[in-house]
């Protein structure tokens, strides 16, 4: 593969990156989400993988594997089985005005852009274009648990801004080091068991895992 | 050899107490486990003393007069607090607020949550601190719902995204770390390590480490308590077990704000300019006056000192970002001593609130009566914690003080300000409580006070009389933070 060839075919995994985190943005039936997070982590692997290939860096093979193994299999069943056990796989969110998320959205990607300049500018490397769009996919998966009420879709933003992080180490470095990558996919499975356990703690007591009705702690007078 | 020795046990003793922690003697065994770390860190500290900062494991740890000063504290408060909670979680248990499967979970969570900040501290490479700070949040998130209440889980969750949130930043700021390091120090892991860093601070690309820290500042921050990003603190404070707020309080924090510490030294050794430093100090200037008007209006005991503890890490913040010999010492001093305090606090807190079945302050009353040690634990942690003398927070802050006089005079009034109000109100609050009659329905506990007994007494040498030693200790970790 050329060189001019791979730096194509990353940007275009990268705008579908973006666009799958836009999807995952103003998505309100619960299953859709979890297929659209899937497919991001797919893409995700993929362009990695194609890093590696043309650059010759041999561990991103291994990272690119932890990505899909994790995000597009093991994730997403881990999830599947849980809004399954919970009942909740047709359940609709109700969203406030998803023209103005989308609204704050584009700006949050030209804020990435904006943000990530002088670093393109230094860089060398042939991803360097993709690193404001791995901000720009953070930054959405940032606004997702903001806006979202629902606690599942509040971990898929998590999960989302979680593929944006890898996406940048990616593409301003060609991976972080072997142990911190490993060490990062650990965090994530525990903070998946974690937030397994959360769904039906929330769903126990709450009868619903509308996080909405968790507003109890507020400061009182 | 005595580093990793300090790790495996916590690790070993998180395992072994996962099955067995709700042995009878379980409790025994976490604080003989926590009493080793404590003796293992001493010998690592004694170490440093005598022959300087050195690097161990490959590279892969990293000991100076600064982090093994936070290590032994850590191992310090972890121990006494493991001593506190044998008796707390007993009364707790048998008040069946916990069962046997939750025991276990506690006992194994908290040794798993000393194991992370531990590793945080000794680590030389920024990828495996923010890993073990992630570590140390998810290992706290589920003791902090540990009582299932609705209360409770909604605090748990609430930390939980806010830090999860948190901590992403930081990951994509030391992702950037990472991009300005490799074009000096080459790829590979090598990159990431603070002690080749330190060194190449001044070639690293300034505009790269500006914005790496300002995600770093947020990201870390968060964990620090720091106003913004603090709303996490108080819910989860006020909603888990004491001895889980105790170490929340008294350490977490710490370790958060160490990370803190060390990447804005290299941020301002990259810029030549005082950037970093001028950041830390907003958000702690900013996190004092916002959590000391918020003292004025807690209803809730453990949200009230949550708070307190937003109050004096926002100081030990600005303390650092100020940096300079004097405040650099105030600092580290400050961090000492108010995780000392600040547990001692959460000790007499937590009895406070066992013996009145409530944390709503209106209904905590005669504690002097009822059981003399708990009270005055907490009027003197109290009278400590609002920067009265003879305490060592009042040395600490003196010493603050007056190198913002010097540095920064125009700050000293917002600063003395914030300190004013935090002093009248945690003492319009925790004065109806210590003093007057025994309320009916007050219950007699008994009280573990050896904890609060070390922890005040050490607050009070360290007010009275800083040893040569450890003077001499914080001088060369200044030395190190230049």
Redesign the interface.
């Given at each position: 593969m050329s060189n001019a060839l791979v730096v194509q075919l990353n940007m275009l995994l990268a705008a579908l990156i973006l666009l799958t985190s836009f999807a995952l943005l103003v998505q309100r039936r619960i299953f859709a989400i979890l297929h659209i997070f899937a497919w991001q982590g797919f893409f995700l692997g993929l362009s990695t993988a194609i890093i590696g290939y043309a650059t010759g860096v041999h561990h991103l093979y291994v990272s690119s594997l932890l990505t899909l193994g994790m995000k597009v299999v093991l994730l997403p069943y881990i999830l599947y089985k849980l809004i399954h056990k919970l009942k909740i796989h047709r359940e609709i969110e109700s969203m406030i005005n998803t023209p103005a998320t989308m609204m704050v959205g584009i700006a949050l990607v030209i804020f990435s852009y904006h943000?990530t300049a002088?670093?393109r500018q230094?860089?060398s490397l042939m991803t360097r274009s993709t690193l404001a769009l791995a901000?720009a996919t953070?930054m959405l998966g940032?606004l997702m648990?903001v806006t979202r009420r629902h606690?599942v879709s509040?971990i898929m933003g998590?999960l989302a801004?979680?593929n944006g992080?890898f996406f940048?180490?990616t593409s301003?470095?060609?991976g972080?080091?072997?142990?911190?990558e490993l060490?990062?996919a650990?965090?994530l499975l525990?903070?998946a068991f974690?937030?397994g356990?959360?769904f039906f703690?929330?769903n126990t007591?709450?009868d619903s895992l509308d996080?909405e009705q968790?507003?109890?702690?507020k400061?009182?007078? | 050899m005595t580093l990793v020795i300090l790790l495996w046990i916590s690790i070993l003793l998180a395992v072994a107490l996962a099955f067995i922690g709700d042995w009878r003697y379980a409790p025994e065994v976490n604080i003989l486990g926590s009493a080793l770390t404590f003796a293992a860190s001493v010998v690592l500290a004694l170490k440093v003393y005598q022959g300087g900062a050195f690097s161990a494991g490959g590279n892969f740890f990293f000991v100076d007069p600064f982090n093994v000063y936070l290590v032994v504290l850590t191992t310090f408060v972890s121990t006494t607090t493991s001593i506190f909670s044998r008796r707390y979680m007993r009364i707790e248990r048998s008040h069946g607020r916990v069962g046997h499967w939750r025991m276990r979970f506690y006992h194994a969570m908290f040794q798993l949550f000393i194991f992370a900040m531990l590793m945080a501290l000794l680590t030389n490479?920024f990828?495996?601190l923010?890993?073990s700070m992630?570590?140390a949040t998810?290992a706290t998130?589920?003791l902090v719902?540990l009582y299932?209440t609705?209360?409770a889980?909604?605090?748990?969750?609430?930390y939980?995204?806010l830090c999860?949130?948190g901590i992403?930043q930081a990951?994509?700021g030391?992702?950037?770390l990472?991009?300005a390091a490799?074009?000096v120090l080459g790829?590979?892991?090598n990159?990431?390590l603070w002690t080749n860093l330190s060194q190449v601070s001044g070639q690293l690309?300034p505009?790269?480490l500006r914005?790496a820290f300002v995600f770093l500042m947020v990201g870390y921050g968060t964990k620090v308590g720091l106003v913004p990003m603090h709303n996490w603190l108080?819910?989860a404070h006020?909603?888990g077990p004491t001895p889980i707020s105790a170490v929340l309080s008294g350490l977490l924090l710490n370790v958060a704000l160490y990370a803190l510490v060390r990447c804005k030294s290299l941020v301002d050794g990259s810029t030549g300019t005082h950037l970093a430093g001028n950041m830390m100090m907003g958000f702690g200037l900013l996190s004092l006056l916002v959590a000391s008007f918020?003292l004025l209006?807690q209803?809730d005991i453990k949200r009230l000192f949550a708070y307190s503890s937003i109050e004096h890490m926002g100081i030990a913040t600005f303390a650092f970002g100020l940096g300079g010999p004097i405040a650099t010492f105030g600092g580290m001093l400050h961090m000492l001593v108010h995780s000392l305090t600040k547990s001692a606090v959460f000790f007499s807190v937590g009895h406070a609130s066992q013996m009145h079945g409530t944390q709503e302050m209106a209904r905590i009353r005669g504690l002097i009566r009822g059981n003399p040690a708990v009270g005055w634990g907490l009027l003197l942690g109290v009278m400590a914690l609002s920067g009265m003398p003879p305490f060592g927070l009042f040395a600490s802050e003196f010493l603050i003080l007056t190198a913002t006089i010097k540095d920064r005079p125009l700050l000293t009034p917002l600063l003395l300000i914030g300190l004013a109000v935090a002093f009248a109100a945690l003492f319009r609050r925790v004065q109806p409580m210590v003093a007057g009659l025994i309320p009916p329905w007050q219950k007699p506990i008994t009280a573990a006070n050896i904890p609060v007994f070390l922890h005040m007494s050490l607050v009070l040498m360290l007010g009275l009389y800083l040893p040569v030693f450890l003077s001499h200790w914080f001088q060369m970790a200044v030395g190190l933070l230049k």
């Amino acid at each position: 593969m050329s060189n001019a060839l791979v730096v194509q075919l990353n940007m275009l995994l990268a705008a579908l990156i973006l666009l799958t985190s836009f999807a995952l943005l103003v998505q309100r039936r619960i299953f859709a989400i979890l297929h659209i997070f899937a497919w991001q982590g797919f893409f995700l692997g993929l362009s990695t993988a194609i890093i590696g290939y043309a650059t010759g860096v041999h561990h991103l093979y291994v990272s690119s594997l932890l990505t899909l193994g994790m995000k597009v299999v093991l994730l997403p069943y881990i999830l599947y089985k849980l809004i399954h056990k919970l009942k909740i796989h047709r359940e609709i969110e109700s969203m406030i005005n998803t023209p103005a998320t989308m609204m704050v959205g584009i700006a949050l990607v030209i804020f990435s852009y904006h943000l990530t300049a002088p670093i393109r500018q230094l860089s060398s490397l042939m991803t360097r274009s993709t690193l404001a769009l791995a901000l720009a996919t953070v930054m959405l998966g940032l606004l997702m648990m903001v806006t979202r009420r629902h606690a599942v879709s509040q971990i898929m933003g998590f999960l989302a801004m979680e593929n944006g992080l890898f996406f940048a180490a990616t593409s301003a470095t060609y991976g972080m080091p072997m142990v911190v990558e490993l060490g990062v996919a650990l965090d994530l499975l525990i903070a998946a068991f974690i937030f397994g356990i959360f769904f039906f703690h929330i769903n126990t007591t709450f009868d619903s895992l509308d996080v909405e009705q968790m507003a109890k702690l507020k400061e009182t007078d | 050899m005595t580093l990793v020795i300090l790790l495996w046990i916590s690790i070993l003793l998180a395992v072994a107490l996962a099955f067995i922690g709700d042995w009878r003697y379980a409790p025994e065994v976490n604080i003989l486990g926590s009493a080793l770390t404590f003796a293992a860190s001493v010998v690592l500290a004694l170490k440093v003393y005598q022959g300087g900062a050195f690097s161990a494991g490959g590279n892969f740890f990293f000991v100076d007069p600064f982090n093994v000063y936070l290590v032994v504290l850590t191992t310090f408060v972890s121990t006494t607090t493991s001593i506190f909670s044998r008796r707390y979680m007993r009364i707790e248990r048998s008040h069946g607020r916990v069962g046997h499967w939750r025991m276990r979970f506690y006992h194994a969570m908290f040794q798993l949550f000393i194991f992370a900040m531990l590793m945080a501290l000794l680590t030389n490479n920024f990828g495996v601190l923010w890993i073990s700070m992630e570590l140390a949040t998810l290992a706290t998130v589920l003791l902090v719902s540990l009582y299932r209440t609705p209360n409770a889980i909604e605090a748990a969750w609430k930390y939980f995204i806010l830090c999860g949130v948190g901590i992403a930043q930081a990951l994509f700021g030391t992702v950037l770390l990472y991009f300005a390091a490799e074009r000096v120090l080459g790829e590979g892991g090598n990159a990431l390590l603070w002690t080749n860093l330190s060194q190449v601070s001044g070639q690293l690309e300034p505009t790269v480490l500006r914005l790496a820290f300002v995600f770093l500042m947020v990201g870390y921050g968060t964990k620090v308590g720091l106003v913004p990003m603090h709303n996490w603190l108080p819910d989860a404070h006020s909603e888990g077990p004491t001895p889980i707020s105790a170490v929340l309080s008294g350490l977490l924090l710490n370790v958060a704000l160490y990370a803190l510490v060390r990447c804005k030294s290299l941020v301002d050794g990259s810029t030549g300019t005082h950037l970093a430093g001028n950041m830390m100090m907003g958000f702690g200037l900013l996190s004092l006056l916002v959590a000391s008007f918020s003292l004025l209006r807690q209803k809730d005991i453990k949200r009230l000192f949550a708070y307190s503890s937003i109050e004096h890490m926002g100081i030990a913040t600005f303390a650092f970002g100020l940096g300079g010999p004097i405040a650099t010492f105030g600092g580290m001093l400050h961090m000492l001593v108010h995780s000392l305090t600040k547990s001692a606090v959460f000790f007499s807190v937590g009895h406070a609130s066992q013996m009145h079945g409530t944390q709503e302050m209106a209904r905590i009353r005669g504690l002097i009566r009822g059981n003399p040690a708990v009270g005055w634990g907490l009027l003197l942690g109290v009278m400590a914690l609002s920067g009265m003398p003879p305490f060592g927070l009042f040395a600490s802050e003196f010493l603050i003080l007056t190198a913002t006089i010097k540095d920064r005079p125009l700050l000293t009034p917002l600063l003395l300000i914030g300190l004013a109000v935090a002093f009248a109100a945690l003492f319009r609050r925790v004065q109806p409580m210590v003093a007057g009659l025994i309320p009916p329905w007050q219950k007699p506990i008994t009280a573990a006070n050896i904890p609060v007994f070390l922890h005040m007494s050490l607050v009070l040498m360290l007010g009275l009389y800083l040893p040569v030693f450890l003077s001499h200790w914080f001088q060369m970790a200044v030395g190190l933070l230049k």
